[in-house]
């Protein structure tokens, strides 16, 4: 029963739109993008009384999708100040209105005949988005007991692939994928933001945040015990006690002062490099593709919502079977498997995609290739960024650190939506090798570089790049110091509590 109190909140704090993934459902689906078109020129043409020409659809259709992606950005930026004065908790309340808006702007874009609706509200989709992946995976880590961290940490994974998943489902034709329903796709947006405006306020804030920058132990006592479902929680409050004893910093540092220690240098180039190849190893590019490898196969028009069904469901049973197995194989093994399975899948397709023409069940294969590609990105490299990002930092780098990771993200995400359209074009079927490179060269950083972070502290983690940060490590008889200080200081809070009561 405890593991159940302690996991149950997790899957309602995970459920919010915030993965760039979920461009592909409004890039991939054919039906979508025609109606939204229609909806440019039929507005443009009772507005100036001709038709919107080719390249200025083409434009409108390329910043609304696009503008996500700076939205996104923006939300990054903005998200650390965000935190410094709301707090976690606080920061993904506030959160939810930017959902609640965007959803509001997008449902009513095509009645108020505004295509700047639909365009301002895919913005600030953006942002709520560029800030939960700040919040979140950061609350997420610092409420989890470090035996259940990376399992809870893949919930935002799991339920952003099940969120694209239910999307496609709504998006077919029996549904709402329709000419004349395809508008209220949009207010589904707002669901997991009014679920989560019920739920949160009566959950805590994160202990962490409240014993380490509030100085409220009393609060960070009581969040403990509700967290994890006990009385006791003395051990919990003692390793965060020597966490921050331990720190050089006790306030929150800037990015300035982030990217200027050397203390962890190697852990800022690792999620640097790691949030990179989150974006770079070539899954928003493999959307392109999807579609007219299945007409190659022989499936008609109508068929093709439900055979690409299947990806979205690939994608959440992969992250869930993640999810399961991460507190027993680990974060680094889950991401080397993940992008070397995808540099090999991504080379077989590039095979099957040349043959293509000549064979005819060739096209098949480079469907399951796809597949394959999807599951092994779900499969670590799709969520486990996140949790690296949140675990390689101690709590004062730690918001500093989400925004120079959700900034790589994002401009490494819209780098991709720029560059691969002309890469293709040079590059025919041969363009996913620049992926496979992305991914082989991933896969070996982490190898040499990235130690494993499983039932670990956020102090054991900090003191595994001490040695390749060259900085010292604390003796036994330091850490021992260290320990008889923090329990001399509870003694003798304990005394003065008694004293005082005996006064009284």
Not at 116 to 126: C, F, K, Q, S, V
Not at 258 to 286: D, E, F
Not at 314 to 332: N, P, Q, Y
Request: net charge neutral; aromatic share 12%.
């Amino acid at each position: 029963m405890k593991d159940q109190k302690t996991t149950r909140p997790f899957s309602v704090l995970s459920m919010q739109p915030t993965s760039s993934r979920s461009m592909k459902t409004l890039r991939n689906s054919r039906g979508l993008t025609q109606y939204i078109k229609a909806f440019y020129n039929k507005t443009w043409i009772e507005r100036y009384g001709e038709p919107i020409s080719a390249e200025t659809v083409t434009l409108l259709w390329s910043i609304t999708v696009s503008i996500f992606s700076i939205g996104g950005l923006f939300g990054a930026l903005s998200a650390t100040l965000i935190i410094k004065v709301l707090g976690r908790k606080g920061t993904l309340l506030l959160n939810n209105s930017f959902a609640v808006i965007a959803a509001v702007l997008l449902s009513l874009g095509e009645m108020s005949r505004s295509f700047e609706m639909l365009i301002i509200g895919r913005l600030i989709m953006g942002v709520d988005s560029g800030i939960a992946l700040s919040a979140l995976p950061m609350y997420l880590g610092e409420i989890s007991p470090k035996h259940f961290r990376g399992m809870i940490g893949q919930f935002n994974s799991i339920l952003i692939c099940l969120g694209v998943f239910t999307g496609q489902v709504l998006g077919l034709p029996e549904l709402l994928g329709q000419e004349s329903t395809w508008i209220y796709l949009f207010s589904f947006l707002a669901l997991p933001a009014m679920l989560q405006l019920c739920v949160l306020p009566f959950l805590p804030e994160s202990p962490r945040y409240l014993l380490m920058e509030r100085r409220d132990e009393a609060g960070a006592e009581k969040a403990f015990q509700r967290f994890l479902g006990k009385k006791d929680v003395s051990q919990e409050l003692e390793e965060v006690h020597m966490e921050s004893r331990a720190q050089d910093k006790l306030h929150t540092v800037s990015v300035l002062q982030l990217l200027k220690s050397p203390a962890v240098r190697w852990q800022l180039i690792t999620v640097i490099i790691t949030m990179a190849c989150y974006q770079l190893c070539g899954l928003n590019a493999i959307w392109y593709y999807t579609n007219g490898i299945l007409r190659e196969a022989g499936f008609t028009e109508s068929i093709l919502p439900y055979i690409t069904l299947s990806t979205g469901a690939i994608e959440t049973l992969a992250a869930i079977i993640s999810g399961l197995v991460i507190e027993r194989i680990g974060r680094k093994p889950l991401l080397i498997f993940g992008f070397f399975s995808m540099a090999v899948f991504f080379s077989l397709l590039t095979v099957f995609l040349n043959f293509q023409d000549r064979v005819s069940w060739m096209p098949y294969l480079s469907y399951v290739c796809i597949l394959a590609v999807i599951a092994s990105f779900c499969s670590g490299p799709g969520g486990i960024p996140f949790i690296l990002t949140g675990e390689l930092f101690e709590q004062s780098y730690r918001p500093a650190a989400f925004m120079i990771a959700g900034t790589v993200n994002w401009l490494s995400n819209f780098t991709v939506g720029l560059l691969f359209p002309f890469i293709q074009e040079t590059l025919q079927s041969f363009s996913f090798l620049v992926f496979v490179a992305v991914c082989i060269l991933g896969s070996i950083y982490l190898y040499v570089v990235l130690p494993e972070t499983k039932n670990k502290t956020f102090m054991d983690i900090s003191q595994s790049f001490a040695k390749i940060n060259k900085m010292p490590i604390p003796s036994p008889g330091q850490e021992m110091e260290l320990v008889l200080s923090i329990n001399s200081d509870t003694n003798g809070k304990a005394q003065d509590a008694t004293k005082m009561q005996t006064s009284l």
